[in-house]
């Protein structure tokens, strides 16, 4: 069983539905006991980082998920802002992030000529998987995805990044630190190839 | 860089799919459950769901069968037709659609819109703008479904909206939709200039090349209806989406 974690901000019905055509049980939760009993957990996220922190803050949710990824070692996928979440600090906000990955989320800076660079970056982008990670399996270099972010992520370590993106320069678009992926895309909205990644997540992380 | 999307609308009326001829005239297209699905198969990029009766109804969206019709959808969702509230726009983004399209609202309550925007976020919310051509020159932005004008000219009203933090704008000709002879493309060519945020160009798509014009006028995006439910001169209904070759052509 999977549990998405529901801490009032993202579309939870998404990723279930898609979760569901894949044939993949899961709840949305936002009980410490759910996630406890749970196999693996999403941590879905739309919309501005402190927001998101302070919804994780006033459930008093950040403790008990942090015990249970770090020290238990859950298997764990953020997706979007949730994938944001899980580093350190962001530059769209003042509050700590999870801490579990070691990176930080900064704003794209347009620093070319090309009106085509618009912020947000929204839409279909391909994706360039690095190394041979279980979440990408069956993935191909050149496979695309839906994409909706101003913001993204810069790893300390660059082997965290497991895939990346271009955009104005390559941007790691899927990483990975132990028991925790992130993806910085919508996998439920995806078509076959979020399909894939759920599957993998369901079935190898 | 970004591929361009490329978007099918679907016009709901009641449970039914439906195709209009400049705003008028809707002609049954089908089950949206199954053209949902037909589009998933086809791995489309976006859909985008009107419901042209709402507002004129004066009704609420109608969340069961949007929810119904979201649970099929596995690319982004945008939906419009009857949002007046952020309470609607919350329980929309909680039944799984991506992005709220607003057209009579955004004239007639811009203070609304503004805490849509700031709820939802800009890149969740689209302003359908429905533009006429006026009798002798210029055009004039409509609301509630084509039938009131606005006298407002489209290129200062996108930019009032992208100050009021709109993300991005439906940009649909009415003389032109249903025809299938092409966009209005100095419509769109003045519409693009005039904002940076994503412009999508809608009304009188009826070829691949139509698609690649639109986008070179500086459309980010292209959109249409018949020319993704109609085959043939006698518009028999038959599902079709170009493959991602030919898209990948479109630039």
């Known amino acids: ?205 | 860089m970004l591929r361009p999307r490329v978007i099918p609308v679907l016009l709901l009326k009641g449970r039914g799919l439906y195709k209009t001829t400049q705003f008028d005239q809707p002609k049954y297209v089908g089950d949206p459950i199954n053209t949902v699905r037909i589009f998933n198969e086809k791995e489309v990029d976006e859909i985008c769901l009107l419901d042209i009766a709402a507002s004129r109804e004066k009704r609420p969206p109608n969340l069961d069968i949007i929810k119904e019709i979201a649970s099929e959808c596995f690319m982004p969702l945008s939906y419009g037709g009857g949002v007046r509230t952020v309470d609607q726009v919350r329980l929309l983004l909680n039944v799984g659609v991506e992005k709220i399209v607003i057209n009579s609202l955004a004239f007639q309550e811009p203070e609304t819109l503004q805490k849509i925007a700031s709820f939802a976020g800009s890149s969740s919310v689209v302003v359908s703008v429905d533009v006429k051509k006026k009798m002798f020159r210029g055009y004039e932005a409509f609301i509630l479904s084509g039938s009131v004008g606005t006298k407002l000219d489209p290129v200062s009203y996108v930019q009032e909206l992208k100050r009021l933090g709109v993300g991005e704008i439906l940009l649909n000709s009415i003389d032109q939709d249903g025809v299938m002879k092409g966009y209005d493309f100095p419509l769109i060519e003045a519409v693009s200039a005039a904002v940076d945020i994503p412009v999508i160009a809608c009304g009188g798509a009826g070829t691949l090349a139509n698609f690649s014009a639109a986008l070179k006028c500086g459309a980010s995006a292209v959109a249409a209806g018949s020319y993704f439910v109609f085959q043939g001169k006698h518009k028999a209904v038959l599902i079709s989406y170009p493959t991602p070759a030919e898209i990948d052509q479109l630039i």
């Not at chain 1, 769209?92 to 070319?112: D, H, S």
């Not at chain 1, 839906?146 to 993106?165: G, K």
């Open chain 1, 1 to 205: 069983m999977i549990v998405i974690v529901d801490y009032g901000v993202g579309n939870l019905a998404s990723i279930q539905n898609m979760l569901k055509k894949i044939g993949v049980a899961s709840v949305i939760s936002d009980k410490v006991a759910d996630f406890e009993g749970a196999a693996k957990l999403i941590l879905p996220g739309v919309g501005a980082f402190d927001r998101a922190m302070e919804c994780l803050a006033d459930k008093q949710l950040i403790e008990p998920l942090t015990h249970l990824v770090m020290q238990e070692k859950k298997s764990v996928l953020g997706v979007c802002l949730g994938m944001q979440l899980l580093g350190i600090s962001s530059e769209e906000g003042k509050c700590a992030g999870l801490g579990w990955i070691g990176a930080r989320t900064v704003r794209f800076v347009n620093e070319t000529a090309d009106p085509s660079f618009k912020i947000p970056h929204m839409g279909w982008n391909i994706i360039k998987p690095v190394g041979n990670d279980v979440l990408l399996s069956g993935i191909e270099s050149g496979s695309r995805f839906y994409f909706v972010h101003s913001y993204h992520m810069i790893c300390d370590i660059p082997q965290t990044a497991i895939a990346l993106t271009p955009y104005g320069g390559d941007f790691a678009s899927v990483v990975r630190h132990g028991n925790v992926w992130g993806a910085q895309f919508h996998p439920e909205k995806s078509h076959k190839f979020g399909m894939q990644l759920l599957r993998n997540f369901a079935e190898h992380c």
